[in-house]
Every structure is written in C-alpha cells, then in structure tokens.
T-cell receptor
Framework: AQSVTQLDSHVSVSEGTPVLLRCNYS??????LFWYVQHPNKGLQLLLK??????LVKGINGFEAEFKKSETSFHLTKPSAHMSDAAEYFC???????????FGTGTRLTIIP | DAGVIQSPRHEVTEMGQEVTLRCKPI?????LFWYRQTMMRGLELLIY????????DSGMPEDRFSAKMPNASFSTLKIQPSEPRDSAVYFC?????????????FGSGTRLTVV
C-alpha cells in the first residue's frame, strides 16, 4: 500500500524568497517519488523524480527535493521564488514495477510580487 | 516526440449528448491512464490499460462511461449520455513499463462542459 500527504493546501511566498512545499509518504516497499507541476489551464508536468539513486534530486526550473527515509518525507524547495512558479504542485508516490502512482491532493503556490 | 496528444482541447455539449474524448500516447509506452480533475474531487484515476488491455476500471463512475484502446496509438473515453456533473478536465497519461520508475507523461487535457 502507498499513500502521500501534502501538508499544505496553499502556500504563499514573496518573489525572491525561498519556497518549501511539504510532502510525507507511506509505502510498503522502497518508494519512487515525484513532484509534478500544473500551471493554470495546463497539463501536469514532471518536475523531478527520486528512484533510489541520490537522495537530493534536482529538477527543472531550479527546484530540488530531498528524500529522507527516516522522516518519510520528500519536500520540494527552491531558493528564490519567481512569479512564473505560481502553480499547483503534486507530490506522487509509486513503487518500482508497480504501474499505478498515488497522487497527493496538491499544494497551490502563490507568489506575491 | 510530440508527447501525449489529446483532442479536443475544449468540448461544450448539451446534457444527454454523447461525448468522445481522444488520446494518442507516446510511441512505445505500454501503459495508458485516463484521469478526471475537478475542484471538488481533485485528480481521479478512471481507468488504465496495459498493452491495450483494460487492467483496472474501478474508477469509472458509472455505466455511462466507457473507454477503449483499439491499438497502441489510440484510446477513447466516451460518455453517453452526458450530464452536467461530468463537467471536468479529462487527462490522458502514458508511461513506459513500471510507472514507479519512470512516472507518467500527461497530455494537455480536454476541458468538458456539459450544459
């Protein structure tokens, strides 16, 4: 069984300040973890993924996430927010060999000018 | 690669009419997924296929919904008859092998409005 919890439904940050989107997961096996981003009226785009290699994963647009097994967390961070980062972000968990992914409920990121 | 292609991008139809949504997955991907997204219910998995065979349709809301995948490059999601509560954005996604390793690639979605 696998599940994912996004701890914040909405996060607001000022442009130029750090971004932190929190995600905790549960998995019976070694997990694969993903972050997807969805801009308004667009599809979901893969930001980054963790699949049991390096625990610090770098993605597109300056985002990164760190896999912490002891804390069952996979938080998404970015050092400096940009207006174009305003979007919905989904944390996703899967297992190698399992075709179904489990999506979190999403975190809406608002950037304050 | 053109990615996952969905058509139409927008569909407005009257209650009771038949609606057909289309999806072309990425060439070589062996899994195809249909999702529905609404404000109230978020992202819901409706059905998925492996090598053109439906594997799990437990998310299909009722008999009015049906999905087919006649070949590796084409899938349809049909609603007949449509109802206003079917209004949503419908996404198609495809993946290669175990999605747990590769993730999904999503299409741009079809925004369905039933009036």
């Amino acid at each position: 069984a696998q599940s994912v919890t996004q701890l914040d439904s909405h996060v607001s940050v000022s442009e130029g300040t750090p971004v932190l989107l929190r995600c905790n997961y549960s998995s019976s096996y070694s997990p694969s973890l993903f972050w997807y981003v969805q801009h308004p009226n667009k599809g979901l785009q893969l930001l980054l993924k963790y699949t049991s290699a390096a625990t610090l994963v770098k993605g597109i647009n300056g985002f990164e996430a760190e896999f912490k097994k002891s804390e069952t967390s996979f938080h998404l961070t970015k050092p400096s927010a940009h207006m174009s980062d305003a979007a919905e972000y989904f944390c996703v968990v899967g297992n190698f060999g399992n075709e179904k992914l489990t999506f979190g409920t999403g975190t809406r990121l608002t950037i304050i000018p | 690669d053109a990615g996952v292609i969905q058509s139409p991008r927008h569909e407005v139809t009257e209650m009771g009419q038949e609606v057909t949504l289309r999806c072309k997955p990425i060439s070589g991907h062996d899994y195809l997924f249909w999702y529905r997204q609404t404000m109230m219910r978020g992202l819901e998995l409706l059905i998925y296929f492996n090598n053109n065979v439906p594997i799990d349709d437990s998310g299909m809301p009722e008999d009015r919904f049906s999905a087919k995948m006649p070949n590796a490059s084409f899938s349809t999601l049909k609603i007949q008859p449509s109802e206003p509560r079917d209004s949503a954005v419908y996404f198609c996604a495809s993946s290669l092998g175990g999605s747990g390793n590769y993730g999904y690639t999503f299409g741009s979605g079809t925004r369905l409005t039933v009036v």
